[in-house]
């Protein structure tokens, strides 16, 4: 169960800390004057334009308080640069704290680490491109930054449907993830609502993994890493962004392909997370086990689930067993590239 940091301020609403009248406090880190959103982004102008519309003036209103020079670094992964067009689009009214680069590398490890190489300041935090942040969702993360110095603040992510999801979704609890309290720590995160002190960062001589460009998971080694060189990811729950979720991933096979991905990248992540053909053999081993056990208990719960007609249990179950066959494929030395057949179809559009 991970630990958890409590804070004197934390009776203050809306605010993971600061001040009572919801400023940041910025006084322990004296060198901290600059933070850097980075976006992402790969054929995604519709979703681009709507997460920077409400992100610029959150910008503008965090500079104004004298204590932070905040900027948007759009990191486009298109070679033709097609995001361009949005942030030309919205220069003229970002008062210079837009800015747009363009990575020819594909891959999502080459785009973070841009992001981690054109970040001049104190501060990152990451967003995807398909995400639109909360009203005062960055003034939050950079309270709770300021209030206890981790290394890292992830906030809460929310699932926002196009259309209504069917019952085998509602009962599986697809999109729904895990819930902690703020200043939980957390082992590992994603990068899609996640801010990093790069002082941190530098010193550990961290970056993203690029042997996992296309299939994801270079973001939870990253804050493996992160974490066993001794830093602390802590949880801020009133930090949210809404991840936009389209219609074409609300299905079934959908759900099951990213479970088995999730299953092969697990178990890559964790041989990765360490070194020696010992520790190798350790964790296929663990995950060659771990993935049948899913795949039983899976089997059987699906099984539980159709006498008793209830879609909850077949719907997690078939869940259980996907993710179960991906941890097996993964110990066998096999990564879904997830990524890389969505690149490749683009690139040819």
Known sequence: MPGRVTSPRSAAPRRC??????TVVVAEHPSARRVTVAVPTFHRNAELRRLLTPLLPQLAET?????????VLVIDNDPAGGGRV???????????????????????????NRALDEADGR????LDDDEEPAPD????????????????????????????????????????????RTGDRLPAVAT???????????????????????????????????????GTILWCDEAVVYEHVPQDRLNRRWILTRAY?????????????????????????????????????GSGRVLLGRVTGKLTHVARGERAVARGAGMIAGAAGFVYQEYAKRTAARRAA
């Open 17 to 22: 800390a600061g001040r009572r009248d919801g």
């Open 63 to 71: 500079a104004a308080g004298g204590e932070w020079d905040a900027e």
């Open 86 to 112: 949005v942030a030309d689009e919205l220069s003229p009214s970002a008062d210079g704290r837009l800015r747009y680069v363009l990575e020819g590398t594909p891959g999502l490890a080459a785009v973070r």
């Open 123 to 126: 501060l990152l935090v990451f």
């Open 137 to 180: 969702w960055l003034a939050t993360m950079l309270a709770m930054w300021a209030h206890h110095g981790s290394a890292a603040v992830f906030g809460r992510v929310v699932s926002v449907f196009e259309v209504e999801r069917d019952a085998w979704l509602v009962a599986g609890r697809a999109f729904i993830r895990p819930a902690h």
């Open 192 to 230: 899609n609502n996640l801010l990093l002190d790069l002082d941190v960062v530098r010193r550990l001589g961290l970056r993203f993994d690029t042997r996992l460009a296309f299939s994801g998971g270079e973001d939870s080694l990253f804050t493996t890493q992160l974490t066993r060189g001794g």
């Open 261 to 297: 991905r999730n299953g092969t990248v697990e178990e890559t992540v964790a041989r990765l997370a360490g070194s020696g053909p010992a520790h190798a053999i350790r964790v296929r081993l663990q995950y060659l086990l771990g993935g049948v056990v899913r795949v039983v208990g």
